[in-house]
Nanobody, 126 residues
Framework: QVQLVESGGGLVQPGGSLRLSCTAS????????ITWFRQAPGKEREGVSC????????YYADSVKGRFTISRDNAKNTVYLQMNSLKPEDTAVYYC???????????????????WGQGTQVTVSS
């Protein structure tokens, strides 16, 4: 069964850090571009970061550039999102999904993706 499971969310104070994990079962993640996106209550789904499969190029939304880092551990079949200097506006449910194409990855398309998991809640609050 093809499945993605997100984990690592939680409650953190502004300026804090979290590392999210996206672990795949049923397929090898390294063959796919992986997108992280988030959705806050009442807001549109927003693409946060993507790592292409072919050349490992990384893409970030302007809102997280310099604070978030996407990485991949093929041995663990897992993609990570390291989030530093967190802000209250980063509060959302975070999801990972396979990107449909290199183009979709490059534009951080959060509407047209492969299947995603249940998400993990990130809350940034003092």
């Amino acid at each position: 069964q093809v499945q993605l499971v997100e984990s690592g969310g939680g409650l953190v104070q502004p300026g804090g850090s979290l590392r999210l994990s996206c672990t795949a079962s049923g397929f090898a993640l390294n063959y796919f571009a992986i997108t992280w996106f988030r959705q806050a209550p009442g807001k549109e789904r927003e693409g946060v970061s993507c790592m292409s499969s072919s050349d490992g190029v990384l893409y970030y939304a302007d809102s997280v550039k310099g604070r978030f880092t996407i990485s991949r551990d093929n041995a663990k079949n897992t993609v990570y999102l390291q989030m530093n200097s967190l802000k209250p506006e980063d509060t959302a449910v975070y999801y990972c999904a396979t990107a449909l194409s290199y183009y979709h990855c490059s534009v951080l398309d959060a509407r047209n993706t492969g299947p995603w998991g249940q998400g993990t809640q990130v809350t940034v609050s003092s």
